[in-house]
């Protein structure tokens, strides 16, 4: 199947500091979509991305759509201690329900 | 609210036994997903239904039935053919099956 590279697998920052995390791909994808997952909870969509080229902000963060269609960054400014928990890009490929696939997550650790 | 239901949120098996996973959504929406969740890895598909009363297997579906009785139910049953059940499940759900995924707020299966 198809799979997601997604890096850093872990970032360990200082509080005001800005991230940054991507996800490439060798496959084209017609959707990226980033989430947010805290400890023992489900994942909560940040944003959405449905256009190459595609540039969207979402408070701090902002994510874009590769032109390639093959990869996404999301950037987080100014980080804060509730900005802790592991991130997670997914990319659907076609129509099919089964066509979301998701990277290992980045997770992110602040210091104090 | 509206939202995804998951319960319970901590569930233990023994050896040997079937579990069934609940998932309720008032969202009205057509897809529902089950994914597995194990520890530093990215969420796996066990099951999609595009529609009530159809459901298609994903990536890791031996050793799991669902059913899709009503639009906003999507139970799982893991059942004892399941070799490796100690994970964390998610129930997801989206308007259509080309449509951006939402989570609820996952179910722990411990084996003991």
């Known amino acids: 199947g198809q799979q997601l590279n997604q890096s850093p697998q872990s970032m360990f920052i200082q509080e005001g500091e800005d991230v940054s995390m991507n996800c490439t791909s060798s496959?084209?994808?017609?959707?990226w979509l980033w989430y947010k997952q805290d400890p023992g909870e489900g994942p909560v969509l940040l944003i959405a991305?449905?256009?190459?080229?595609e540039l969207t902000s979402n408070g701090r963060l902002t994510a874009q759509f590769g032109i390639t269609r093959k990869d996404s960054f999301l950037n987080i400014s100014a980080s804060i201690p509730s900005d802790v928990g592991i991130y997670f890009c997914a990319g659907r490929s076609g129509g099919g329900a089964d066509g979301l696939t998701f990277g290992k997550g980045t997770h992110l650790i602040i210091q104090p | 609210d509206g939202g995804i239901t998951q319960s319970p949120k901590y569930l233990f098996r023994k050896e040997g036994q079937n579990v069934t996973l609940s998932c309720e959504q008032n969202?009205?929406?057509?897809?529902m997903y089950w994914y597995r969740q194990d520890p530093g890895q990215g969420l796996r598909l066990i099951y999609y239904?595009?529609?009530?009363?159809?459901?298609q297997k994903g990536d890791i579906a031996e050793g799991y039935s669902v059913s899709r009785e009503k639009k906003e139910s999507f139970p799982l049953t893991v059942t004892s053919a399941q070799k490796n059940p100690t994970a964390f499940y998610l129930c997801?759900?989206?308007?259509?099956?080309?449509?951006?995924?939402?989570f609820g707020e996952g179910s722990w299966l411990t084996v003991v």
């Open positions: 239904s595009q529609i009530v009363n159809d459901f």
């Open positions: 496959s084209i994808f017609n959707t």
């Open positions: 991305l449905y256009k190459a080229g």
């Open positions: 997801a759900s989206s308007i259509s099956y080309r449509d951006t995924i939402y």
């Open positions: 969202l009205n929406h057509d897809a």
